[in-house]
């Protein structure tokens, strides 16, 4: 059996968590049963959302002390479960939060974890979990030793959360019959930040828009906002733009800002360096706009345009306008 465990914030699912069942299922290969679980404070409504996948069953961890992320809760958790349901695999999204608990998880249960996978594939009869190193320049195939379960992290991007199989009915939804005492958690969490006035998740957004050194200079930044606005889009920037201070560091994507697969991608002025093109290159539909017709960003977008930014972005907030 997989056992995926899904992520919410206060009654919303976090898309990533869809990404890690698709996931899931390609592992499964159709003969291994799937289980998605949930952790939280009320959860039945994202239960039910869960169920939509054509999964065995969504087990739901509804405890008021897990209604606010902490690190020893979750794992607390999660090490229970696991013990319950004796998984081979246990699958989760590669977000912040399994960024800070997954490896605790690993360590507690003293069983294997490769993380930040973007494919799955069979090798000499072994599985092998594909993960990028030195900041994408390389893919390593990782076959995990040792006793099930085996934690596996999926990056953000790398499985489409529209392939996702869905059940002909509702999977069934029931209690994970798991107990957490506030007793084990020795932490006061405070507000994570992308809560704070001016931060935003860019890997939940459905549309970006983001600049590069094209752009030229901050006062231009707004030639790209308002094409964010006409497209209805978040603003994003590669690492100069946000190094130089022009955009806030959360708006940055790549290997060292954020990880995006947004349903349409807008880059300009990117030259697509490996550092960027890491963060992105899971977008479903990528547009390029860049006066270097010889720019790696071509390489793997799905529209380009060898123009002047300064020329093509005008007309085109004017024609998403009428």
């Known amino acids: 059996m997989i056992l995926v465990i899904a992520e919410q914030k206060d009654g919303w699912l976090n898309r990533a968590s869809w990404e890690a069942i698709a996931a899931a299922q390609h592992l499964s290969a ?29 087990l739901s961890v509804d405890q008021p002390v897990l209604g606010r992320y902490t690190a020893d809760a979750f794992v607390h958790a999660a090490a229970a479960l696991v013990a319950a349901q004796a998984p081979a695999h246990v699958v989760l999204a590669h977000t912040y939060q399994t960024r800070d608990f997954a490896p605790v998880l690993a360590a507690r249960l003293d069983r294997a974890l490769v993380t930040d996978v973007i494919a799955i594939r069979s090798t000499g009869g072994a599985i ?27 990056q953000i991007g790398a499985f489409r959360a529209d392939a996702v199989q869905k059940g002909a009915a509702a999977a069934p939804v029931s209690a994970a019959g798991v107990t957490v005492d506030a007793s084990v958690v020795r932490q006061s969490p405070e507000a994570p930040f992308q809560e704070a006035k001016q931060a935003v998740d860019l890997s939940q957004a459905e549309r970006i828009v983001a600049v590069g050194r094209g752009i030229k200079s901050q006062e231009n930044v707004a030639v790209a906002q ?11 920037a590669s690492r100069p733009i946000c190094d130089n201070g022009w955009l806030p ?35 479903r539909t990528i547009v ?32 998403l306008k009428k």
């Open 128 to 154: 092998a979990f594909a993960r990028p190193m030195f900041q994408g320049k390389l893919v390593a195939d990782v076959v995990l030793e040792g006793p099930a379960p085996h934690l596996v992290t999926v």
């Open 30 to 58: 159709g003969s291994v049963p799937v289980k998605v679980a949930v952790f939280g404070s009320e959860v039945s409504g994202v239960a039910g959302d869960l169920a939509a996948a054509a999964v065995a069953e969504v």
């Open 288 to 319: 390029a706009i860049n006066k270097d017709a010889e720019a790696p960003i071509f390489e793997i977008a799905d529209y380009g345009i060898a123009g002047d930014l300064f020329e093509v972005v005008p007309a085109l907030i004017e024609e």
């Open 249 to 283: 560091m959360e708006r940055q994507i790549g290997s060292s800002g954020q990880t995006v697969a947004p349903k349409l991608y807008v880059a300009l002025g990117i030259s697509g360096a490996i550092q960027h093109l890491v963060g992105m290159k899971g977008s």
């Open 226 to 236: 308002q094409l964010a606005e006409a497209f209805g889009a978040e603003l994003a």
